[in-house]
């Protein structure tokens, strides 16, 4: 079956922009991940949810990073103002539950901010 | 706090020799949960394994194993003869009832030499 896939896979934008990256779950799980990651270093953790709910955004960085999930499947990751230090790679990743369920991930987004 | 600690930071060998990749893990939890994950030089995070706190069975599938010990709080993987497609950085991660995001390693990255 299809597994979780993230638009776009390359986004170039300048700094001061606003950026808007997409996932879209394996059918059927419940609780979606964003999580970040910088060259040569683990994933970070940005924010879950279970269902349509935040049910943890204390990974984001600040007030600039907003996402959401209105219908319980696709999530948008939303960066306002964007700066040189948000480049990364956004990773998401869904699972069936959160307590323990495995993990499945996207091939990302690689942010780059000019 | 959680933590989980891949002290090797890169390993080379050559082909068909094995090879172990350490992980120590920190957490207070009585439930939680150990992961491995590969991600090829491709960049998605291919899952791997879980393991719950309870199960301290090791596993083996095919060339690859697990050595779950909870008195030495440590998660260790095997690959027995290692194979070129095995280059990879390979990570562990750590989830609880209380913390349902992946707690992630630093990662090790593993290189097979021909």
């Known amino acids: 079956g299809a597994g979780v896939s993230q638009t776009p896979s390359n986004k170039v934008t300048e700094k001061g922009k606003y950026v808007e990256l997409r996932c879209d779950p394996i059918?059927?799980?419940?609780?979606l991940y964003w999580y970040r990651q910088s060259l040569g270093q683990g994933p970070e953790f940005l924010i879950y949810?279970?269902?349509?709910?935040?049910?943890?955004d204390s990974g984001l960085p600040n007030d600039r990073f907003f996402a959401v999930r209105p219908e319980g499947s696709v999530s948008t990751l939303k960066i306002q103002r964007t700066e040189r230090g948000d480049s990364a790679v956004y990773l998401c990743?869904?699972?069936?539950?959160?307590?323990?369920?495995?993990?499945?991930f996207g091939p990302g987004t690689r942010l780059t901010v000019l | 706090a959680q933590k989980v600690t891949q002290a090797q930071t890169e390993i080379s060998v050559v082909e068909k020799e094995d090879v172990t990749l350490d992980c120590v893990y920190e957490?207070?939890?009585?439930?939680?949960?150990l992961f491995w994950y590969k991600q090829p030089p491709s960049g998605e995070l291919v899952f791997l394994i879980r393991?719950?706190?309870?199960d301290e069975q090791n596993e083996i599938s095919g060339r690859y194993s697990w050595n779950f010990q909870k008195s030495t709080s440590s998660f260790n993987f095997t690959i027995t003869a290692s194979q070129v497609v095995d280059s990879a950085v390979y990570f562990c991660?750590?989830?609880?009832?209380?913390?349902?995001?992946?707690?992630w390693g630093a990662g090790t990255k593993l290189i097979i030499k021909p």
């Open positions: 990743a869904s699972s069936l539950r959160l307590a323990g369920g495995e993990q499945f």
């Open positions: 957490t207070r939890d009585t439930t939680y949960y």
């Open positions: 059918s059927g799980h419940t609780a």
């Open positions: 393991r719950n706190s309870f």
């Open positions: 949810f279970q269902g349509t709910g935040a049910a943890d």
């Open positions: 991660a750590l989830s609880s009832y209380s913390n349902y995001q992946l707690i």
